[in-house]
């Protein structure tokens, strides 16, 4: 047999590929299955989120990346080389935990510096206040950590972790300690940051608003599997399960049954009404299923009202809740088969409130909608939040 023929195509594959390649990775603990024969590809230079509820397996594949923990079976490769039993050490890998972990008793610039003085690198002066000034943190290079807000301690342990020049720089629940007004603007920050280094980043989080803001592709994982990958707006705007349409976001499910499919475009009879789908938005072989819409793209109005969004009218509802939240207003609107639907209105001040007990019709773009295989558990995936998994 010849040389050629004896090399294994899987491996001539993952030597090609020059981001992270998770392969049939499996972690099982006892009877328990953390992390379930998952593929994954990452591209050199993206910012990748994996996203989850708590359990479902996305700190475990995070560790096995960073060698903390040793997969039961499958294959990790990093920039074409077989990572799977390396030590966390001989990994061209960083971690950023949620805790920081930096030296109480070493300043700014020395916690930076830290790395580098180990390896006995040169220039080590520069390489810190360049790192100090990508974070924005120059000024503050001869503080202790227990000196600075949580804020700039995260961004130090972020440059402390980029001055080794990873290939892939893992964020664990990284923002999960700030308050909700720091951690948005740490959001933009963390983007403007991996934009301008260049690096992977592969983020870790439960918190679907944070995924979205910063990821250019987000992973959703239930049960130590992928549900659905792709971007942010396609995740949310075209989900694939009714896991996915309930953690990203809210959305009404209504039971239906596919009464014809056409090219383009599906019919659907819901409790006697006929609705339309795009047939790119439809997601189940079967004729029982979920018509999907979210609240923001209801449209509420008056019987018989003239609403912008031909296709889809829906009659009969009845405010049963008004909620005022500043930007928006959100209704629950009681149907005649006796399911109450969101609805977010723009306070944008064109149109009045309604008030609870008025008589109200719904509407919606058909191409705002989406259908989901009635076999699935029309409540999976909401108000599902965690922090470990």
């Known amino acids: 047999m010849s040389q050629a023929a004896e090399i294994d195509p899987a491996a001539q594959l993952d030597a090609a590929y020059d981001g992270l390649r998770l392969a049939g990775l499996t972690k099982s603990f006892a009877a328990f299955t953390a992390v379930d024969d998952l593929d994954l590809d990452v591209p050199r230079g993206s910012f990748f989120a994996l996203l989850g509820p708590s359990g479902c397996g996305k700190t475990t594949t995070l560790r096995m990346v960073a060698g903390l923990d040793s997969p039961t079976s499958g294959t990790i490769t990093l920039a074409g080389q077989d990572i799977t039993r390396s030590k966390p050490y001989q990994r061209p890998v960083n971690t950023v935990f949620q805790s920081y972990a930096l030296f109480p008793h070493l300043d700014i610039f020395e916690n930076v510096a830290f790395g580098l003085r180990r390896r006995k690198q040169r220039d080590v002066e520069t390489q810190v206040a360049d790192m100090l000034d990508l974070v924005e943190l120059g000024s503050q290079a001869r503080k202790r950590p227990a000196q600075l807000s949580g804020g700039q301690q995260q961004r130090v342990a972020l440059a402390r972790a980029l001055i080794n020049k990873p290939e892939v720089l893992l964020l664990d629940e990284p923002l999960g300690a700030l308050d909700l007004k720091l951690r948005r603007s740490m959001q933009i920050e963390l983007k403007r940051i991996q934009t301008e280094v260049g690096l992977t980043f592969i983020h870790v989080t439960h918190d679907q608003e944070e995924a979205m803001t910063m990821a250019d592709t987000v992973a959703v994982m239930n049960k130590g599997l992928i549900e659905q990958m792709g971007a942010p707006a396609e995740l949310y705007e075209n989900p694939r399960s009714t896991f996915v349409a309930n953690f990203l976001g809210q959305s009404n499910l209504i039971a239906g049954t ?78 005649p088969w006796g399911q109450e639907l969101q609805v977010f209105q723009q306070n944008t001040g064109r149109v009045r409130m309604f008030r609870v007990g008025e008589s109200v019709e719904l509407s919606w773009r058909p191409e705002y909608a989406f259908v989901l295989d009635q076999s699935q558990d029309a409540s999976a995936g909401a108000q599902q939040v965690g922090v470990d998994g």
């Open 258 to 335: 596919i009464t014809s499919r056409a090219s383009d475009v599906v019919t659907v009879d819901m409790h006697g009404i006929t609705v339309s789908v795009p047939t790119g938005r439809t997601h189940t072989d079967g004729d029982a299923g979920w018509v999907g819409i979210r609240p923001e793209k209801v449209l509420i109005g008056e019987p018989g009202e003239e609403l912008d969004a031909p296709g889809n009218t829906i009659p009969g509802g009845v405010v049963t809740d008004v909620s005022f939240v500043g930007v928006s207003t959100q209704y629950l609107v009681r149907m």
